[in-house]
């Protein structure tokens, strides 16, 4: 079954530094993935996805992806973070196509001043 | 363009109850699912409706179900409430045609809890 794994629940970084996010895949076939984020009370919002092609991807608000097949992983990061980046944040890939997402459990990510 | 919409924002509900969430979709958008998210866990997928048909369903009891209208907007109703019920619920609007590499666009959701 296709799913993804988040090894973290929190990640701790401190403004300015690079922070990354991890998260490994199990998926048959070419994978599809997804990175969501989400801000205290509010929905998820979509941060980028990787489909084919180039293994780094580049989404919003400076966020870049790195596609490793042979590490089955797909790691968020962001060169330089802000405080405005702590949120939770999750890896997704899609079921049975139309878009049904399975999420890892998530990772908090804290940015401290 | 407002985006997806859902609800209301807050409920409270007693168990036993029961309870009807709305959606309505990004505009041109006309596929809507909804995921349940727990605190502290990742969304679940409830199930998905397309040309006013469930399309597919995740792993959750008859006391769920759903309606999408005409005009593509979308209702979860919960029967029976129970305490572990009480969660983020949250409606995520697609592209048919997109199949499997669109992303899906998600609401602010409704926090139901039930006491």
């Known amino acids: 079954a296709q799913s993804v794994a988040q090894p973290e629940d929190q990640v701790n970084v401190a403004e300015g530094n690079p922070l990354t996010v991890k998260c490994t895949y199990s998926?048959?076939?070419?994978?599809?993935l997804f990175w969501y984020v989400q801000y205290p009370n509010r929905g998820l919002q979509f941060l980028l996805k990787?489909?084919?092609?180039?293994?780094l991807v580049k989404g919003s608000y400076g966020f870049e992806a790195e596609f490793n097949k042979s590490q089955t992983s797909f790691h968020l990061k962001k060169p330089s973070a802000l405080v405005s980046d702590s949120a939770l944040y999750f890896c997704?890939?899609?079921?049975?196509?139309?878009?049904?997402?399975?999420f890892g459990k998530g990772n908090q990510v804290v940015v401290i001043p | 363009d407002a985006g997806v919409t859902q609800s209301p924002t807050h409920l409270i509900k007693t168990r036993g109850q029961q309870v009807t969430l709305r959606c309505s979709p990004k505009?041109?958008?006309?596929?809507v699912s909804w995921y349940q998210q727990a605190l502290g866990q990742g969304p679940q997928f409830i199930f998905q409706?397309?040309?006013?048909?469930?399309?597919q369903r995740g792993n959750f009891p008859d006391r769920f179900s759903g309606h999408q209208f005409p005009n593509y907007s979308s209702e979860l109703n919960v029967n029976a409430l129970l305490l572990g019920d009480s969660a983020l619920y949250l409606c995520?609007?697609?592209?048919?045609?997109?199949?499997?590499?669109?992303?899906?666009?998600f609401g602010q959701g409704t926090r139901l809890t039930v006491v």
């Open positions: 990787y489909i084919t092609g180039d293994n």
């Open positions: 505009s041109g958008h006309d596929t």
């Open positions: 997704a890939v899609p079921l049975y196509g139309n878009n049904r997402l399975a």
């Open positions: 409706y397309y040309e006013e048909e469930e399309r």
């Open positions: 995520a609007s697609s592209l048919s045609q997109g199949y499997m590499n669109t992303e899906a666009f």
């Open positions: 998926v048959s076939g070419n994978p599809y």
